[in-house]
C-alpha cells in the first residue's frame, strides 16, 4: 500500500454513509462481499449478526489500521444490554409477548441470522485504535486521524471524566438519599465552575469515577477541560466506557458510591445501570432462572 504520509489528501473508498457502494455489486450480481482496500477501516456499531460479523472480518483483512469508533463498536454500547436475556426469550418478546405487535413467527427469511449475543468489534477482529464514546468527541476522531498520518500511534489517557472535573468535592455526600437523575442538580450559573458542589455528593448517581476521560472540551484558551455532562448540568452516565481494559465499573462504583456515605443499595437495577454502555465482552449475561415460588 501507498504511504498516504507524503499525500496532502485522502480518499474515501468505502463509506456506506455517503457512498452507494454494495457489498455485492451494484446490483447484487457479485458472490463474494467486497469492500476496497484502505490504510485505515473505521466500524461504528457493535456485532449483531452473521452479515456484520462477515463485514467485519472483511474490513479487518482489507485495512492496514483498524479503528472502533463509538461505545457500540469498542464495548457492545446500549444495545448490548440485551446480552443479559436469551437470544429466545427476545424473540418470544419481540415477536409474540410485546403489546403493540400481533403475535408472528421469527422472521427468518432473507435476513442474515443473529449471532448469540452482541459483540464488540475486538471480540471478533483485533482492533488498533479505540474511540470510544456515545457519541464520541469529534476532536478525539481529527486527534487520530492525524496521529496516524503522523505515523504515531493514538491511545486515550487512563484517566476518569472526574479527573478533567471542575466541581468542588468534598468527599462525602452532602444527604444519604440518591435522588432520580431527573431531579435538576445544583448549579451555580454564572460563577466559576468550582462554586458548584459535585453531582454524586449532591446525591445524584455519577459515574464520572468509573468512566474514562476524553469527552471533555477547553473552555477559552486557558480554561479548565469539562467533561460534556457536567457542562450541560447532568451527571456522567459512563458513556466512553471502563478507564482501563479489564476494569469492572460495576464493582468500583458501588465502592465509589459508599466511601462518600451513600448507600449503594440504593441504586436500582445495578448491573444494567452500570453496564448500560458495556454489555459486551461478556459484562451481561443471561443470569441463571430463579426457582418459581
Ligand atoms: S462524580 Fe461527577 S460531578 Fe462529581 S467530580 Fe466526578 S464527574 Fe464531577
Ligand atoms: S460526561 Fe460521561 S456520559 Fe457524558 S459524554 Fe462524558 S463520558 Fe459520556
Not at 403493540?100 to 441470522?113: K, L, V
Not at 477559552?220 to 482501563?244: A, E, L
Request: aromatic share 6%.
Amino acid at each position: 500500500m501507498e504511504d498516504v504520509r507524503s499525500r496532502s489528501w485522502l480518499d474515501f473508498v468505502h463509506m456506506p454513509v455517503l457512498m452507494d457502494h454494495k457489498y455485492y455489486g451494484q446490483t447484487g450480481e457479485g458472490e463474494k462481499l467486497e469492500i476496497p482496500e484502505a490504510d485505515v477501516g473505521i466500524i461504528s456499531g457493535g456485532v449483531r449478526n452473521e452479515k456484520e460479523k462477515h463485514v467485519t472480518e472483511e474490513m479487518r483483512k482489507k485495512c492496514g489500521t483498524l479503528i472502533a469508533l463509538g461505545s457500540c463498536a469498542c464495548y457492545g454500547g446500549i444495545p448490548a444490554l440485551a446480552n443479559m436475556f436469551p437470544l429466545e426469550a427476545l424473540y418470544q418478546k419481540v415477536y409474540r409477548e410485546s403489546k403493540t405487535t400481533e403475535p408472528g413467527d421469527t422472521p427468518a427469511e432473507n435476513i442474515p441470522p443473529l449471532l448469540d449475543r452482541v459483540y464488540g468489534v475486538d471480540e471478533i477482529v483485533p482492533v488498533d485504535v479505540y474511540i470510544p464514546g456515545c457519541p464520541t468527541n469529534p476532536d478525539l476522531i481529527v486527534k487520530a486521524l492525524t496521529a496516524l498520518l503522523e505515523g504515531k500511534s493514538f491511545k486515550l489517557p487512563e484517566r476518569s471524566v472526574c479527573d478533567e472535573c471542575p466541581l468542588k468535592r468534598e468527599k462525602k455526600a452532602a444527604g444519604g438519599a440518591i435522588k432520580r437523575t431527573l431531579d435538576s442538580v445544583d448549579f451555580k450559573l454564572g460563577e466559576p465552575y468550582e462554586h458548584t458542589r459535585c453531582f454524586m455528593e449532591q446525591g445524584y448517581l455519577c459515574l464520572g469515577p468509573v468512566t474514562l476521560a476524553g469527552c471533555g472540551h477547553k473552555e477559552g484558551d486557558n480554561g479548565v477541560t469539562v467533561p460534556r455532562c457536567i457542562k450541560g448540568h447532568m451527571p456522567c452516565r459512563g458513556c466512553f466506557g471502563p478507564i482501563r481494559k479489564g476494569a469492572n465499573p460495576m464493582v468500583d462504583m458501588m465502592s465509589a458510591i459508599s466511601s462518600i456515605g451513600l448507600d449503594a443499595k440504593q441504586v436500582e437495577d445495578r448491573r444494567a445501570l452500570l453496564n448500560r454502555y458495556i454489555g459486551a465482552q461478556n459484562r451481561l449475561r443471561p443470569l441463571p432462572e430463579r426457582p418459581k415460588r
